[in-house]
């Protein structure tokens, strides 16, 4: 089957009425989005930026009568006439094989790989992570996933635990596990993350090493030496005590997932006993953090 895509631009308001329309007239699909140099994330607690212009995009079956569908939207709308339209006509694609196929190996530090699990590892030899996200985030191309590989990559983790939390696909804790930790721990609040994360262990030969839960179900007293948690910065402050708990004496912290004008308000909430040390890429910030006693406060 072939689709038609309409897309249009219009001031925030207009744009949620005309996408709640699209999606009453039979829309697939409907994408809002703005400027794409004001990224919107979708966080609690944080009021969003607010974009001045958005484009609205809906896919429909190919034999939707456009005319008729624009003419309805004026009419709910009251508008003279709608914003300036275009209309695109798709050609039918396997959707899901178009990401798989865009979905390369990603070279962390020299040498880690991770590998979609239907491609061959471009160097057999390396640490190859095999992966299938499924329906978690961790694919390993995100900039907030790769600041955490980058850093594991780079650390003599012989013999060290780790507790991944949010652990999406599982990537962070299964690279760990492969770059030599001894045993690792994964939590997530996504029943769909844990059931990926167990998948992806499995298919890289590390599942007798890797525990996963819900965070509720995680043993009170287990501290590790790395807490690695790829979130969001105000999901970060809120488990600060948490994660906090989770760092053995002279462990690490890393905290990923952080937009960089966030960085010093997620700082400020641990570094009354952490020294903090900043890493970017692109719009993202990873704070590395180490306990500044041995003694970890916890507030
Ligand atoms: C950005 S993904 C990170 C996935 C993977 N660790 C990575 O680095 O690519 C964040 C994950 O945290 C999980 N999450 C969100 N809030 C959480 C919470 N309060 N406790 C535990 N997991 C949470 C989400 O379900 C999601 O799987």
Known sequence: ??????????????????????????????????DPDTPIFDEPEVEPASWTTVTVSGMFEDSVNVEDLLQTLTKRNDLKDLPT????????EDWERVWMDRYQPIHIGGRLWICP?????????????????????????????????????????TDKTLLDYGCGSGVLAIAALKLGCQQAWGVDVDAQALVASRDNAQAN???????????????????????????????????????IARVSPGGTLLLSGILNDQAEQVAARFDHSFNIQRRQQEDWSLLVATPKTGKIEEN
């Open 205 to 243: 030969q590390v599942a007798d090493r890797l525990d996963l839960c819900h965070p509720d179900k995680l043993d009170p007293a287990l501290k590790v030496d790395v807490v690695v948690a790829n979130i969001l910065a105000q999901t970060l402050i809120s488990l600060a005590s948490n994660l």
């Open 117 to 157: 699990s239907w491609q061959t590892p471009p160097q057999p030899d390396a640490i190859n992570v095999v992966l299938d996200p499924g329906l978690a985030f961790g694919s390993g191309t995100h900039p907030t996933t790769q600041l955490c590989l980058s850093w594991l990559a780079n650390r003599s983790l």
């Open 1 to 34: 089957m072939a689709w038609l895509r309409v897309t249009l631009k219009a001031e925030p308001g207009l744009a949620e009425k005309i996408s709640a329309g699209f999606e009453d007239l039979g829309a697939i699909a409907v994408t809002l989005s703005g």
């Open 85 to 92: 339209h275009h209309i695109e006509s798709l050609a039918d």
